[in-house]
């Protein structure tokens, strides 16, 4: 997603106003560090794509932190400790396996 201009939003009269330039200016900047904010928060909601989060992931299911492996073998680690929740079961011990795959 490219960078929000707030001045985008404004009639074309305002286009020309220096001061009104100035003030949506530093108000773009801002908006545009919150949607990255929002746009990194919500990735990290979800094991595939999370960096950060990871940490949150592992302590949740009771898995040490080790951040010195990679953060797609942490993911693995991770989907595996879930899909691994249960009674054991055939299918279960294949989806396990698979995560590592």
Known sequence: MGDINLLD?????YHNSNIVKSFIDS???EANILKDYVEDL?????????T???DLFEEELG????KSISYEERRERILAKKRGNG???K????N???AFS
């Open 9 to 13: 939003y404004l009639p074309s009269f």
């Open 27 to 29: 108000n773009s900047i």
């Open 42 to 50: 919500s990735k990290n909601l979800y094991v595939k794509t999370a």
């Open 52 to 54: 950060w989060g990871l």
């Open 63 to 66: 898995l040490v932190t080790d």
């Open 87 to 89: 009674t054991t079961t």
């Open 91 to 94: 299918a279960m011990i294949k």
């Open 96 to 98: 396990t396996a698979e």
